[in-house]
Nanobody
Framework: QVQLVESGGGLVQAGNSLRLSCAASGRTFSTYTMGWFQQAPGKEREFVAGITWTGPISKTYYADSARGRFTISSDNPKNMVYLQMNSLKPEDTAVYYC?????????????????WGQGTQVTVSS
């Protein structure tokens, strides 16, 4: 099992930026894909961005709503994954979760990830 702790959420005005961080510990060597998900009140958890590794090579992928505004990155020696969110919109308001998967590939479904953080609230005001 991998333990994940998110940080960096907060209240920002539309158009501004936030960087979320996810610290991983535990069986990190068994993790091949990391993802960020968002969950707004009354809605299902939705995929935002992911990063998947094949050896030292990583590839990133995004939901359409995030592509061009959000960037996922990692610092492997520190077991950290980040989500840089720019040009934030009120509709980005949600709890953001970091997730880890032992599968290698472009997974976007919550069921494909077996470790989750507690979430961090992002609120974007208009």
């Amino acid at each position: 099992q991998v333990q994940l702790v998110e940080s960096g959420g907060g209240l920002v005005q539309a158009g501004n930026s936030l960087r979320l961080s996810c610290a991983a510990s535990g069986r990190t060597f068994s993790t091949y894909t990391m993802g960020w998900f968002q969950q707004a009140p009354g809605k299902e958890r939705e995929f935002v961005a992911g990063i998947t590794w094949t050896g030292p090579i990583s590839k990133t992928y995004y939901a359409d709503s995030a592509r061009g505004r959000f960037t996922i990155s990692s610092d492997n020696p520190k077991n950290m994954v980040y989500l840089q969110m720019n040009s934030l919109k009120p509709e980005d308001t949600a709890v953001y979760y970091c997730a880890a998967s032992p599968r290698r590939g472009y997974y976007t479904g919550p069921a494909d990830f077996d470790s989750w953080g507690q979430g961090t609230q992002v609120t974007v005001s208009s």
